[in-house]
């Protein structure tokens, strides 16, 4: 009756005999545990700025007369790489923990794969009036799909703006296109910007001439309120307040 795996005696007897003295020696029946693999199961989560436990439960091969885990002693845990895992990336997940008599256990890890989330960088457009001045650079950029109250600071890289937007300098429609971040935890997606360059009307020319003539009318007052009057003016305007004194008219000059 052992079912259990373990060393078990075999006594025989019950055989008779006239002519022989009949001696028994005992057998042994050794019961091997059955091999009993458990293997973890693969999990998978998109980066959420969160750190994993735990795992995604066990498989089983080896169980023998329909028996199941409930035949298992001890308690399944999980360690491995995986656990406190946050960052994008490959980790493995070690199962542990069970006990069996009957069940030479053997463990097989898993995998944790923790996927980039998807983010998308849109260039903000931007707008200008022909000055004759080459447009460098962008207007920005606008961020969709940060996890956890994450913001630009996780990110890696430095922005940087390309197209034809780059140098820019005659009327049109141009395009703004950010790069430079840095995978990680986020997988990018970008969305071009659009730069237009407007072309110079005359209420522009009007404004420009009348800030030149505006500056260049204060900078003659300056210099007229800042200039002494010459010798010879200053005898002219002596001579005229003496003549009107005497009541005597000017005499013009030749």
Do not use: W
């Not at 005696?9 to 019961?31: C, E, K, Q, R």
């Not at 023998?64 to 895992?85: D, K």
């Not at 937007?165 to 071009?192: C, E, K, M």
């Not at 407007?198 to 300056?222: F, I, N, P, R, W």
């Amino acid at each position: 009756g052992a079912t259990h795996a373990g060393s078990y005696t075999i006594v025989p007897s019950g055989l008779t005999s006239g002519n022989y003295a009949i001696g028994y020696v005992d057998g042994t029946l050794t019961v091997n545990p059955a091999a009993l693999t458990v293997t973890a199961h693969d999990a998978a989560k998109t980066y959420d700025g969160r750190a994993y436990a735990g795992g995604n439960g066990v498989g089983y091969s080896g169980f023998v007369n329909g028996e199941t885990a409930a035949a298992l002693g001890g308690s399944l845990a999980y360690g491995g790489t995986a656990q406190g895992a946050a960052h994008a990336g490959s980790y493995t997940i070690v199962p542990s923990g069970l006990t069996s008599g009957n069940y030479a256990i053997g463990y097989v890890d898993g995998k944790l794969a923790i996927h980039p989330a998807a983010l998308t960088v849109t260039a903000n457009d931007a707008a200008k009036t022909y000055d004759g001045l080459a447009y460098a650079g962008g207007n920005g950029v606008g961020y969709a799909g940060f996890v956890n109250g994450e913001t630009a600071a996780a990110l890696g890289g430095s922005l940087a703006y390309g197209g034809t937007a780059q140098g820019a300098t005659h009327a049109g429609a141009y395009v703004i296109r950010p790069s430079g971040l840095a995978p990680g935890n986020y997988a990018f997606s970008y969305v071009d910007g659009t730069l237009v360059i407007d072309k110079m009307t005359s209420k522009h020319v009007g404004a420009l001439l009348g800030d030149t003539l505006s500056t260049a009318a204060s900078a003659g007052t300056a210099g007229n309120t800042a200039s002494p009057s010459s010798p010879d003016a200053e005898k002219a305007t002596a001579k005229r307040k003496e003549n009107s004194k005497n009541g005597s008219p000017e005499k013009p000059s030749c």
